[in-house]
């Protein structure tokens, strides 16, 4: 037990810092190209913040293959949405009350802008088709729902293009520039290499345990993989989320979390019905239908300006349902 435990506890500070260091280096990579804050914020960051989770899905499948495998990787995809749903938005409130009480913040609402009425939309539609394979039981519907979700996300980011905001100026020196006495092109490369070396050891590391402890419990693999996996590789943008909430930039935090969610109801779906049999639970069900139930209040909010509190009590509540059916 004691070998699981840090196996876990291993794997999860790994991709934690991994995907600190990875994320810090695409951001300067980033800001060269002066992009804007918006595009930045939905498309660029969930891209590079959600590495650790394609890391964990490609291991699962590659390196541990099999069932117990084939579960994590699924549930890695269904479950990083469910998380960010209903766990990292409620918070995203506590720090927007924190940042209240320490004088960053002008209130207790968070003010975004209409363009994130897209990245919502996508979310909603798309999301919920990751259900038909499973449901209609066709196997040749896997591929043409993975071709269309795959063009889906190729026109939702031609489409922000050109909603790019105000570029961001504000970058934090790299980690490695002193390591690599200041020169910032060698330093990058050092930083992007060891991040990369750690999120795969960690997601390894962190597989395994997964693996090991759905056994020693017996609580279905996809069922522990929907809530420990993404709860470690959510991390990268929750941080990043959770920096532009302290700062009072509403709409680039909000447009990290939606943006990632964008990214697991398109690309890593397709992923999954291409390269695995894409058979789902009654939990991974529930947490579509969690996912599903906050993006629609998240939208409804989006469209006033105005995000409230009421979204993340309802993201508390479908996870508890979660916890429930999952006992």
């Keep these: 037990m004691l070998s699981i435990i840090l196996s876990i506890a291993g794997g999860f500070t790994a991709v934690l810092i991994g995907g600190w260091l990875f994320t810090n280096s695409m951001e300067h990579i980033s800001h060269r190209y002066r992009l804007g804050g918006s595009f930045v914020g939905a498309v660029i960051s969930p891209v590079l913040t959600s590495l650790p989770e394609l890391i964990v899905f490609l291991v699962a499948l590659l390196v541990y293959g099999g069932v117990s495998g084939e579960e994590v990787a699924v549930g890695t995809v269904i479950g990083e949405p469910f998380v960010v749903s209903t ?35 996508v979310v909603i539609t798309l999301y919920p088709t990751v259900l038909l394979p499973a449901l209609l039981g066709i196997g040749v519907i896997r591929y043409v729902i993975a071709t269309a979700l795959f063009i889906a996300y190729l026109v939702y980011v031609g489409l922000m293009r050109g909603k790019e905001g105000v570029v961001i100026e504000d970058v934090e020196e790299l980690r490695f520039i002193k390591l690599a006495r200041f020169n910032e092109d060698v330093a990058l490369a ?11 050891v960690g997601s390894k590391y962190l597989v395994s345990g997964v693996v090991y ?17 993404p709860t470690a590789t959510v991390l990268p943008e929750s941080i990043t ?29 397709a992923l999954a019905l291409v390269l695995t049999s894409w058979s789902l639970t009654y939990e991974a069900i529930i ?25 993340g009590l309802i993201g508390l509540v479908g996870y508890a349902i979660y916890i429930i059916a999952l006992i």
């Design 87 to 121: 766990i990292i938005y409620p918070i995203i409130f506590l720090v927007a009350i924190i940042g209240f009480r320490r004088g960053s913040r002008n209130d207790l609402v968070l003010e975004v802008g209409r363009e994130l009425i897209l990245p919502f939309i």
């Design 190 to 200: 050092l930083q992007v290499i060891t991040s990369v070396l750690l999120l795969y």
């Design 213 to 229: 402890l759905s056994r020693m419990l017996s609580i279905d693999t996809m069922g522990l993989s929907i809530i420990i996996v």
């Design 241 to 269: 989320a959770i920096i532009w909430t302290l700062g009072n930039r509403d709409t680039m935090a909000v447009a990290a979390l939606i943006g990632e969610k964008v990214l697991y109801s398109t690309i890593y779906p």
């Design 287 to 311: 947490s579509v239908i969690t996912v599903e139930t906050v993006s629609v209040a998240m939208l409804y909010h989006v469209l006033r300006g105005r995000l409230t509190w009421d979204v």
